[in-house]
């Protein structure tokens, strides 16, 4: 019966907007202030810009209280962002999800409204070919459960015109990260989302794919015949190719399971893509985004800012489902931060690098490489003035702002 109640997203902008693709347009320096930092002998950010909420939005854009989920992509001379806005970071009916283009960082193009009456989530673009794809998660509408329904894709057809959305993959999905992996587009996401809260549910599973052909609808697994690559308390995961075709992933896993609770270190050898060895580290890195930058690897995701930052607390002499509970309560109270961390793919590990301008609620990362050591990142972030240790739970009632910045790494 609800299924019924999920119909194709709306696309506004019923005239072409003004612009014309150029693909010979590079994002630096295309996309102005972003490129003009150097960098240096360590790893830098610098000041970051408001657009949501701002007076950049263009007309058929209104942000709410809160903004956050977020994506950005560099197509065909230019930066496409998508982002969530809502009453509260929570489930509601009056959550909209809007993209939104530019060449220049100055003039935006409203380009397609999505609004279900139910919360969405997760957007993500996909680049196959030459084509353009733009995935959602659709929720439930009620603020006290984390409720997957669905997930849905919408093409873009010619400057400012976007298919109606449609179902894709298994019910339930929630669509993490899509990205190119050696050559290949590809998405990788997880069903069994509602159990993460459930501390005597299901497990979680994450399933990877990639296209057929250049068909961001018609999805088959990466690894042919083996979707499943996790399953027990994993669920957003991203990762990057090796150069010696293996792979190398982080996947947050705050159900807990076998590794115990934080998030998994995870490797798999070329060859045998669909066989992940993994270890267990006891920090949760939420919302992870993981890249190149030559020989080394990096990732943006959140921190909890503790004495040692960890979601695992050792509880062992609990039963897992009231450690589930222990530690949930435990991160909810204490403060965030979006921190870039440097991946080790030989010892599975991880090491903080720097925090980004970032508070309360926080740590949605959009990337997208700019050249010369030079990245452009999205994030959302409370504001950034005043108690910057709020508790994270009480700071996803208030507002939250979606900004952009240069991240340099020498």
């Known amino acids: 019966m ?19 693709f150029d693909d010979a347009r590079e994002p630096c320096p295309a996309l102005g202030a972003v490129c003009d930092a150097t960098p240096g002998a360590a790893p830098a950010v610098g000041a970051p810009t408001i657009v949501s909420p701002s007076t950049a939005l263009p007309p058929g854009v209104t942000s709410q209280t809160s903004n956050n989920n ?29 993209v939104m283009s530019t060449a220049d960082h100055v003039t935006w193009t409203h380009e397609a409204t999505f609004d279900m009456n139910r919360d969405l989530r997760e957007p993500r673009f996909l680049v196959a070919g030459d ?10 509408d009620y603020a006290g459960t984390f409720e997957p329904l669905e997930a849905r894709v919408s093409e873009l057809l010619a400057p400012g015109e976007w298919s109606a959305s449609q179902v894709v993959f298994e019910p339930g999905f929630i ?70 075709g293996g792979l190398f992933a982080v996947s947050r896993n705050e159900l807990g399971d076998d590794l115990g609770w934080g998030s998994k270190l995870c490797r798999a050898e070329a060859g045998d893509l669909g066989n992940w060895r993994c270890v267990g580290d006891p920090r949760k890195y ?28 050792m509880l062992r002499n609990l039963p897992p489902a009231e450690q589930t509970t222990q530690y949930n309560v435990n991160y909810w109270i204490t403060p965030k931060r979006c921190a870039l961390w440097k991946l080790d793919p030989v010892a599975l590990s991880a090491a903080h690098v720097l925090d980004l ?22 994030n959302y972030t409370s504001p950034l003035e005043g108690d910057l240790d709020r508790p994270w739970m009480k700071a996803q009632f208030e507002p939250t702002q979606i900004h952009y ?3 340099t790494i020498p």
Not at 11 to 18: Q, S
Not at 72 to 79: A, E, F
Not at 131 to 140: E, K
């Open 2 to 20: 609800r299924y019924a109640l999920l119909l194709a997203g709306l696309v506004a902008c019923a005239d072409p907007p003004p612009y014309e």
């Open 70 to 98: 977020l994506d950005i992509v560099w197509y065909r001379g230019r930066l496409f962002y998508a982002f969530r806005t809502g009453p509260s970071h929570f489930a509601s009916r009056d959550v909209v999800m809007y």
């Open 131 to 140: 084509r353009l794809f733009f995935y959602f998660a659709v929720l439930g």
């Open 175 to 244: 669509p993490w990260r899509a990205k190119t992996f050696a050559g290949k587009p590809m998405v990788i996401g997880y069903v069994g989302g509602e159990n993460i809260y459930e501390t005597d549910g299901e497990p979680v599973r994450v399933s990877w794919w990639t296209t057929e052909g250049d068909d961001g609808r018609a999805v088959v697994p990466m690894v042919p015949g083996k979707p499943i690559v996790l399953e027990g308390g994993s669920s957003e995961t991203d990762l990057v190719a090796l150069p010696d």
């Open 286 to 313: 939420d919302s992870p985004i993981v890249f190149e930058h030559g020989a080394d690897i990096y990732m943006i995701a959140r921190r909890q800012v503790t004495a040692d930052g960890h979601y695992d607390l």
């Open 357 to 378: 301008p970032s508070s309360g609620d926080t740590c949605f990362p959009g990337v997208v490489p700019l050249g010369a050591g030079r990245y452009l990142v999205y």
């Open 405 to 407: 910045l240069t991240l």
